[in-house]
C-alpha cells in the first residue's frame, strides 16, 4: 500500500534525479562524466555508496568511479574485474527488469571472486525488505542504439532509508542508468572527436608546414634549429634556421640560407652527412665556422613527409657536443700516449707497427727474365716467386684470396746498398739515467724524460713516430730510410740528447745508446722491437764508459 506521502517523495526524487542527469550532461571530460554518475548515486538516488564500472576494450571492466567513501574509493578505484565473473553476477539473483539484485543468502558465494568489492558486516534483516550490508544491486548500463551491448555497470549499496528500494526507486535507478549510459557514450564520442580533430589539425599544420605551429619551439630552442629543402634542384639548401644556430656557427642567417650543410661539414665527415640526410636519425660530425675552424655537432634529422608527395621537408637539431668530443679525445690521447712525456705509449707504438707489417713474408721481386717467363707462360716460375701471370702479387699462391693490397714492408740489405728503404725502428736508452734519479730525485728525473722527448721530436719528420717505452727507453719508427739514413739520424738524435740538460738551476747530462732494427713483413711486433733493443745492447757494449758517462 502506498503511503499518503508517496507522491510527494516521487516528486523530490525526480527533482533529485532530475538535477542529476543535468550533471551529467555538463561534464567537459569522460573521467568527469563518469564522476558524475558516481556522483548522482549518492545525491541524487538515496544511496550512501555508488560505484561505476566500465568495460576495457578487453572486456574486463575496471572500477572507473566510486562515491560515498574515500577509504573505499583510494582502495578499490582502478581495480579491475574479469568479465567472466561479472556475467556470473548479472545472471544470479533475482532480476527487476534490467537491474539484478542478489540478496545477502545468495551473495556470500561471490566474495571469493575477482571483482573487487567494498563491503561491512551487519546484523540479519528485522524484516522482510531490510538492506544487509551484503546484498547487491547492478544498474547494466547498454550502448545506445537498441542493442545489448554492455557499457558498464553501475553497483549501489545501503540504501538511506535502509530498506530495498520499491517499485518507484528500482524505476529511478534503471532510469538513471540509461541516462548515463547516454552521457557516457557522448563523453566518449566527443573525447573521440578531440582527437580527430587534434589530429587533423596537426596533419593540416604539417602539410602546410605552419611557421606559427613551431615558431616558438623553433626560434627560442638553446640549440639550433634548421629547415632544409629535401628534392630538387635546390635539395639540403637551409631555409630557415635559428638564432642558436646562427650564434653556434658565427654566421647569420641570410649567409646560412646560401648553403647547405654540405657545404659547411668537414670533407671526412661528408659521406657521414649524406646517410643521415637520406635516411634520417642522428649523427655526429664536424661544421665550419665563420672563423676557418671546425665544432663537433651532433645532428638529429627527421625527414617531415606526407603520403602523396613524399619528403617535404628536413627539420634538422643540431647540438654543441664540443666539450664532450674534447674530453673523448682527451680520454683517447691518455690511453695511448704517456702521461709524463705526452708520446705515443707502448701500446700505441704497437698498434702503429702492427699496422704497417703483415704476417706473410715480403716476396723479392721478378728478375726481367722471370717477368719475361710469367708473360709467356712459365707458370711454375712465376709461381716459385709469388707472382701470377697477370702480373699481379697475389694470395692465391698462398691459399689465399686473389688479390693482396697490402704494401708489404721490406728492410735494407745490410751487406750492399741496393737502394732499398724500410721502416727503421731505432731503440734508445738512456745511459746514465739511473744515477740522476739516484742523486737527485724523481723530480729532476722526469724533467730529464720531459727534455729528452722534446728533443728526440724535435728532430725527426712530421710522419715519425717518438714513443716512449717506459722508464729510460725509447723508440723512434722513422720510414723511407736506408741503412746509411738510419745511421745518420741515430748520431743526429744522440747528438740532441748530449747536451746539458738545467733542472731547477743544476745542468744534468745524459748519454744515449741507439740500437738500429728493421720492421718486415713476416716478423711479429714482439720480434721488430726484440731486434732493435738487441742491436741496442751491443751497441751499448761496444762503446767505452767514458762516451757513456752521464750525471
Known amino acids: 500500500m502506498e503511503a499518503e506521502s508517496e507522491p510527494y517523495v516521487r516528486l523530490a526524487t525526480m527533482r533529485q534525479l532530475h538535477q542529476a542527469v543535468a550533471d551529467l550532461n555538463t561534464a567537459r571530460s569522460l573521467a568527469d562524466t563518469l564522476q558524475s554518475v558516481a556522483d548522482g548515486i549518492v545525491g541524487g538516488l538515496g544511496y550512501e555508496l555508488g560505484c561505476v564500472n566500465l568495460v576495457r576494450p578487453d572486456g574486463d571492466l575496471v572500477i572507473a568511479a566510486f562515491a560515498g567513501n574515500a577509504a573505499a574509493e583510494a582502495l578499490i578505484t582502478g581495480r579491475v574485474g574479469s568479465r567472466a565473473s561479472w556475467e556470473r553476477r548479472l545472471s544470479m539473483g533475482e532480476a527487476w527488469d534490467d537491474l539484478r539484485f542478489i540478496?545477502?543468502?545468495?551473495?556470500?558465494?561471490?566474495?571469493?571472486?575477482?571483482?573487487?568489492?567494498?563491503?561491512?558486516?551487519?546484523?540479519?534483516?528485522?524484516?522482510?525488505?531490510?538492506?544487509?550490508?551484503?546484498?547487491?544491486?547492478?544498474?547494466?548500463?547498454?550502448?545506445?542504439?537498441?542493442?545489448?551491448?554492455?557499457?558498464?555497470?553501475?553497483?549501489?549499496?545501503?540504501?538511506?532509508?535502509?530498506?530495498?528500494p520499491g517499485a518507484?526507486?528500482?524505476?529511478?535507478?534503471?532510469?538513471?542508468?540509461?541516462?548515463?549510459?547516454?552521457?557516457?557514450?557522448?563523453?566518449?564520442?566527443?573525447?573521440?572527436?578531440?582527437?580527430?580533430?587534434?589530429?587533423l589539425e596537426r596533419e593540416q599544420q604539417a602539410l602546410?608546414?605552419?611557421?606559427?605551429?613551431?615558431?616558438?619551439?623553433?626560434?627560442?630552442?638553446?640549440?639550433?634549429?634548421?629547415?632544409?629543402?629535401?628534392?630538387?634542384?635546390?635539395?639540403?639548401?637551409?631555409?630557415?634556421?635559428?638564432?642558436?644556430?646562427?650564434?653556434?656557427?658565427?654566421?647569420?642567417?641570410?649567409?646560412?640560407?646560401?648553403?647547405?650543410?654540405?657545404?659547411?661539414?668537414?670533407?671526412?665527415?661528408?659521406?657521414?652527412?649524406?646517410?643521415?640526410?637520406?635516411?634520417?636519425?642522428?649523427?655526429?660530425?664536424r661544421l665550419s665556422r665563420r672563423d676557418g675552424t671546425y665544432l663537433w655537432v651532433s645532428l638529429?634529422?627527421?625527414?617531415?613527409?606526407?603520403?602523396?608527395?613524399?619528403?617535404?621537408?628536413?627539420?634538422?637539431?643540431v647540438e654543441d657536443i664540443e666539450e664532450r668530443k674534447r674530453h673523448e679525445l682527451n680520454l683517447a690521447h691518455r690511453a695511448s700516449h704517456d702521461a709524463l712525456t705526452g708520446l705515443p705509449n707502448s701500446a700505441e707504438l704497437k698498434s702503429r707497427l702492427s699496422a704497417r707489417i703483415c704476417e706473410r713474408?715480403?716476396?723479392?721481386?721478378?728478375?726481367?727474365?722471370?717477368?719475361?717467363?710469367?708473360?709467356?707462360?712459365?707458370?711454375?716460375?712465376?709461381?716459385?716467386?709469388?707472382?701470377?701471370?697477370?702480373?699481379?702479387?697475389?694470395?692465391?699462391?698462398?691459399g689465399g684470396g686473389p688479390f693482396d693490397h697490402h704494401v708489404h714492408t721490406e728492410a735494407p740489405d745490410p751487406e750492399r746498398d741496393d737502394g732499398t728503404k724500410g721502416l727503421a725502428v731505432l731503440f734508445c736508452d738512456l745511459d746514465g739515467f739511473k744515477s740522476i734519479n739516484d742523486r737527485f730525485g724523481h723530480h729532476t728525473g722526469d724533467a730529464v724524460l720531459i727534455e729528452v722527448a722534446r728533443r728526440l721530436s724535435a728532430c725527426v719528420r712530421d710522419g715519425d713516430t717518438v714513443a716512449r717505452l717506459?722508464?729510460?727507453?725509447?723508440?723512434?719508427?722513422?720510414?723511407?730510410?736506408?741503412?746509411?739514413?738510419?745511421?745518420?739520424?741515430?748520431?743526429?738524435?744522440?747528438?740532441?740528447?748530449?747536451?746539458?740538460?738545467?733542472?731547477?738551476?743544476?745542468?744534468?747530462?745524459?748519454?744515449?745508446?741507439?740500437?738500429?732494427?728493421?720492421?718486415?713483413?713476416?716478423?711479429?711486433?714482439?720480434?721488430?722491437?726484440?731486434?732493435?733493443?738487441?742491436?741496442?745492447?751491443?751497441?751499448?757494449?761496444?762503446?767505452?764508459?767514458?762516451?757513456?758517462?752521464?750525471?
Open 300 to 317: 638529429r634529422n627527421s625527414v617531415v613527409a606526407d603520403a602523396a608527395d613524399g619528403p617535404r621537408f628536413l627539420l634538422t637539431h
Open 103 to 164: 540478496p545477502h543468502t545468495e551473495g556470500w558465494v561471490l566474495l571469493d571472486d575477482d571483482v573487487p568489492q567494498w563491503h561491512t558486516e551487519g546484523p540479519e534483516p528485522r524484516f522482510e525488505d531490510e538492506w544487509h550490508p551484503l546484498d547487491r544491486l547492478y544498474a547494466p548500463m547498454y550502448a545506445s542504439g537498441g542493442g545489448r551491448d554492455l557499457l558498464g555497470v553501475i553497483s549501489v549499496d545501503r540504501p538511506r532509508n535502509g530498506r530495498r
Open 168 to 199: 518507484w526507486g528500482r524505476e529511478a535507478l534503471q532510469m538513471y542508468a540509461s541516462q548515463a549510459a547516454i552521457a557516457i557514450g557522448n563523453a566518449r564520442l566527443r573525447a573521440n572527436m578531440q582527437r580527430a580533430l587534434v589530429r
Open 470 to 551: 717506459g722508464g729510460d727507453e725509447f723508440v723512434v719508427l722513422a720510414d723511407g730510410l736506408g741503412g746509411a739514413d738510419a745511421a745518420d739520424l741515430a748520431v743526429r738524435l744522440r747528438n740532441a740528447i748530449i747536451p746539458p740538460i738545467r733542472v731547477d738551476g743544476r745542468a744534468v747530462r745524459v748519454g744515449a745508446s741507439f740500437g738500429i732494427g728493421w720492421a718486415e713483413c713476416g716478423m711479429s711486433v714482439e720480434e721488430v722491437l726484440r731486434s732493435a733493443d738487441q742491436r741496442m745492447y751491443v751497441e751499448k757494449r761496444s762503446r767505452s764508459k767514458v762516451h757513456r758517462r752521464a750525471g
Open 361 to 398: 713474408p715480403h716476396t723479392p721481386a721478378a728478375t726481367a727474365i722471370e717477368a719475361l717467363d710469367a708473360a709467356y707462360g712459365d707458370v711454375e716460375s712465376s709461381l716459385a716467386h709469388g707472382y701470377r701471370a697477370d702480373g699481379y702479387e697475389g694470395e692465391a699462391v698462398l
Open 208 to 285: 602546410r608546414a605552419s611557421e606559427e605551429s613551431f615558431r616558438q619551439a623553433f626560434e627560442y630552442a638553446p640549440s639550433g634549429m634548421a629547415i632544409a629543402e629535401m628534392g630538387g634542384d635546390q635539395h639540403g639548401r637551409l631555409l630557415r634556421t635559428n638564432d642558436a644556430l646562427c650564434r653556434l656557427l658565427g654566421r647569420p642567417a641570410s649567409v646560412l640560407r646560401r648553403h647547405s650543410f654540405a657545404d659547411l661539414v668537414h670533407p671526412e665527415d661528408i659521406g657521414t652527412l649524406l646517410r643521415t640526410s637520406a635516411e634520417g636519425g642522428r649523427a655526429e660530425l
